[in-house]
T-cell receptor
Framework: RKEVEQDPGPFNVPEGATVAFNCTYS??????FFWYRQDCRKEPKLLMS???SGNEDGRFTAQLNRASQYISLLIRDSKLSDSATYLC??????????FGKGTSLLVTP | EAQVTQNPRYLITVTGKKLTVTCSQN?????MSWYRQDPGLGLRQIYY???????DKGDVPEGYKVSRKEKRNFPLILESPSPNQTSLYFC????????????FGSGTRLTVV
């Protein structure tokens, strides 16, 4: 099983839609989990951190299910500006980082 | 402003010509790391450093060198670049074993011809 797996998409959704991405991970000892957003050929930027069961920030909700070892990211009321690639990141041992390959989202008018 | 600064942003070079990509952070982070990103392969770690004078190999270290003489700087050195090192490179830094996340530099797009 790969360290971190994501559905690559692409997810094409209309403006205003709700979209959810899932990510599964293999390191059951991880204490923190992250969703990063990456625009085309630019640096990943931290979108949300998850330390317990979940986190909410405006239109974005991240949820963690430790028993099943998956993290989800829900985006409500999608905007055109949400179009990007979303990376699931799960720390490994020490400072090691395990990246998913990213889920591509395209929000259309 | 807290940031990780990489230079250059873009670089085209020829096979075999030594180059250095610089990375500097102003957050007093103990951990720094280099990644390369290629289509379909995602982000892969090249080298990392837990602190000054402490460096270790990541998943794809072949053809690269690093040094960590000062806490703020972590340069990536390609002694003899080859076309398969054409890629998008990111430097990242963190503290507290990455518990609060990692800050990435803006990237270096390297082309080796």
């Amino acid at each position: 099983r790969k360290e971190v797996e994501q559905d690559p998409g692409p997810f094409n959704v209309p403006e205003g839609a709700t979209v959810a991405f899932n990510c599964t991970y293999s390191n059951s000892a991880s204490q923190s989990f992250f969703w990063y957003r990456q625009d085309c050929r630019k640096e990943p930027k931290l979108l949300m951190s998850v330390y317990s069961s979940g986190n909410e920030d405006g239109r974005f909700t991240a949820q963690l299910n430790r028993a099943s070892q998956y993290i989800s990211l829900l985006i409500r009321d999608s905007k055109l500006s949400d179009s990007a690639t979303y990376l699931c990141v799960v720390p490994g041992t020490g400072y090691a980082l395990n990246f998913g390959k990213g889920t591509s989202l395209l929000v259309t008018p | 402003e807290a940031q990780v600064t990489q230079n250059p942003r873009y670089l085209i070079t020829v096979t075999g010509k030594k180059l250095t990509v610089t990375c500097s952070q102003n957050m007093n982070h103990e951990y720094m790391s280099w990644y390369r990103q290629d289509p379909g392969l995602g982000l892969r770690q090249i080298y990392y450093s837990m602190n000054v004078e402490v460096t270790d190999k990541g998943d794809v270290p072949e053809g690269y060198k690093v040094s960590r003489k000062e806490k703020r700087n972590f340069p990536l050195i390609l002694e003899s670049p080859s076309p398969n090192q054409t890629s998008l490179y990111f430097c990242a830094s963190s503290s507290n074993k990455g518990y609060y996340g990692y800050t990435f530099g803006s990237g270096t797009r390297l082309t080796v011809v």
